[in-house]
């Protein structure tokens, strides 16, 4: 324990001096850095995928589920994707140094705001190798160290991809420490990470609700939290009704295993009865199944009765669990009470009713009449996203390199003194 | 324990209910209630008078040192004070419901961002009643509820500020609970709302570094904390002298008991011998004692030598520690390794080094030219201040009305669905 301590100490203390050089480092040499690792990760792809294949072969047999083993499996396609992430990356505007417009002051001095990294960014994940080359990139990119602890699972694949990151630092003349995969498996090393506040800045920890939960708790380093999406639709009695039926199709079944999947669906009672039965045949023609209040039941017959735990599930699963709400008002005090604010959309013609919806429903992302599929960074413009967030300070919904830096004051004198 | 636990619930329990409510007040109401509070604490000045009288005479017989008893004391022109205050609250522009630019995406939906109140936010002070009305102001014009805990020194006169606050809001037909100011002195109150997470979004400490420390170290809510300033000017051998003296003399000596004063006075050896003989009498005068490195003292004679301790020490008194350096670089090295990350200045003539200087300190305000006592809410444009964040996440700096809002995601579609 005290040898892990020291190892993780040391880790931190390096983050924390890398931090200064890529705090400073030009635009230029940022980018040639990840295009050295997009490169070296294409000539290495032999490599990752050996490494990776022991990770997979110990995974089937230690019976990880598939859904896992999924996640942890790479091929040629994939790697090739991961290359493609990073070049992406490059394209897009590096947020640090910008300087917010710089206003004069009555006493003379001129004060604006510069844009400039966090400092050492701690990321936490489980079993997705190309989480390694992602995070890294987004963290270098905005001038950040970044202090990476992967899932054990992948402990093969992270050290192949970690070995092409440090190649192509090195190559770009920047230390290898401003990216660190922490070697150890051992399970306290998490413990650690997250209460080192004088070496790192936030922790990002990207995984199951558990996994964030811990960390949310145990964690002396202040964290960004992606907790987890109980996101609603509500369709209004002046929706359009084909527009009402195709978003809430679509925020249900684009994909089911993704945090911005609607699941639960609420409907003003005067509107539930045109809809719903056409809309619970579109459901179960594509394998949902629903879960309906007593009045959504009386209307689909078929439908199964949610039971009070139903609305505060995360189902991530083909399950859908439908409410009949009296009207909007009643709508958003089911989402205030249920809704864990990660995205909430609203379908409706009614001008003032989305005006109100918007302003008042308290989630990262609200919306009117679309599907809340879209909450996400590539959909939102960010270039690319490292979580999405339902922290209320700081960063809030998609994540992306903003979300990596801070702004401090500047001011410009010359020779003022305070009277 | 228990009683004061469910009390304290129950706090919660109505400020985030009332936050629904003052998050959605249209500025008029939210002004209209500033506008009532301030009248009512000047036809009650002479109640509130009386209040603080008896928590001056109890601080006296307790033995309250002088500056505190100082703090707590009102005269009928700190009551007038703490409603002018009030009065330019109002003027301030409101913050909530802003929309940022709202941009097309490929997909057709169009994106922006809403500034909304954060919510409930939890306030720790000691005994200083002003701060009752100014913190509690600042909220409400931010869309926010608000919990109150002051010093128990001065529980008298918060709880008659809180009375005409209590009329104030529901003159304007406002909850009275968008503003609670706690009633138990009891010091366990402290631990149970820095532990609230379900009620409580954010909270705010102000005073000594104690408490602040205690507050960081135990609360599970958000914390934005101002943890002390050990705030450096340094003196680069391309400044202009006349300038570096005043600028110098300024930091340390506009006032000493301030955050943004200059603990520490580097310079750079090309220019220490030119200046230090005059600004250490320039400081001698004023009464300051100088506590110098071994170069200092060499230059300086009478000057004490400084310990090591001396580097780390925030004096907020006459003392001031002086060392000089190789150059910038090891200037900025020894920021790096001694400073609070709060204000550092730097007096030069040149461009580059200003720039750099600007750019590579990673404190929440950076200088060129100008003294640090310029770090605050009001020479900065803020209108006002409710602290100076020493964090690097979500606010930095002294924090105004915008510190105390976040933004939210929003999508306007019609009809848009994720393909």
Redesign the interface.
């Known amino acids: 324990m005290s040898e892990l301590k020291d190892y993780m100490y040391s880790v931190g203390e390096r983050a924390k001096r890398a931090a200064?050089v890529i705090?400073?480092a030009d635009t230029g040499v940022k980018n040639q850095a990840l295009a050295f690792i997009a490169d070296e990760i294409e000539h290495q792809q032999s490599a990752i995928l050996q490494a990776n294949a022991l990770d997979v072969k110990a995974g089937q047999d230690s019976g990880l589920d598939a859904a896992l083993l999924d996640r942890l499996a790479l091929n040629e396609e994939r790697v090739q994707a991961i290359s493609e992430g990073l070049r992406q990356i490059i394209a897009l505007p590096d947020p640090a140094?910008e300087i917010s417009q710089i206003?004069s002051?009555p006493?003379g001095?001129k004060?604006g705001q510069?844009r400039?990294p966090?400092?050492v960014i701690g990321i936490i994940y489980e079993s997705r190798p190309n989480v390694t080359a992602d995070a890294a990139a987004l963290c270098l990119k905005s001038g950040n160290a970044s202090i990476l602890r992967g899932g054990s699972e992948a402990k093969h694949s992270n050290q192949a991809i970690a070995a092409c990151i440090t190649k192509g630092l090195n190559q770009a003349g920047l230390p290898t420490e401003v990216v660190q995969v922490v070697e150890t498996t051992d399970r306290n090393a998490v413990g650690e990470l997250i209460r080192m506040e004088d070496f790192v800045?936030?922790i990002i920890p990207r995984g199951g609700k558990g996994l964030i939960e811990r960390v949310t708790k145990e964690a002396r380093v202040?964290v960004?939290k992606h907790l987890h999406g109980v996101c609603h639709v509500y369709i209004d009695d002046l929706a359009?009704k084909?527009?009402a039926k195709?978003?809430a199709?679509?925020?249900k079944t684009?994909r089911y295993g993704t945090c911005n999947t609607m699941e639960t669906l609420l409907l003003a009672e005067g509107i539930a009865k045109d809809i719903l039965p056409e809309l619970a045949k579109l459901y179960t023609d594509k394998g949902v199944e629903l879960r309906g209040c007593e009045k959504t039941c009386q209307i689909i017959p078929s439908c199964e009765k949610a039971v009070e735990a139903d609305w505060d599930e995360e189902y991530l699963a083909p399950i859908l669990s439908i409410r009949v709400v009296d009207d909007m008002t009643a709508a958003m005090d089911h989402i205030?009470q249920h809704g864990s604010g990660h995205t909430e959309?609203i379908v409706t013609a009614d001008y003032s009713k989305a005006v109100q919806f918007?302003?008042?429903v308290?989630?990262?992302?609200?919306?009117?009449?679309?599907?809340t599929?879209?909450?996400d960074g590539f959909?939102?413009?960010l270039g690319g996203e490292i979580g999405i967030s339902t922290?209320?300070?700081?960063a809030?919904?998609?994540v992306g390199l903003i979300g990596l830096t801070?702004?401090?004051?500047?001011?410009?004198?010359?020779?003022?003194?305070?009277q």
Chains 1, 2 share one sequence.
């Open positions: 200064r705090a400073n140094g206003n002051r006493s001095i004060v510069m400039v966090l400092g800045d936030v202040p960004i359009d084909e527009m195709s978003i199709l679509n925020a684009q205030h959309s918007l302003r008042e308290d989630s990262s992302s609200v919306m009117v009449n679309a599907s599929r879209f909450a959909e939102y413009g922290n209320k300070l700081h809030r919904g998609p801070t702004q401090k004051y500047i001011v410009l004198g010359d020779g003022h003194i305070r």
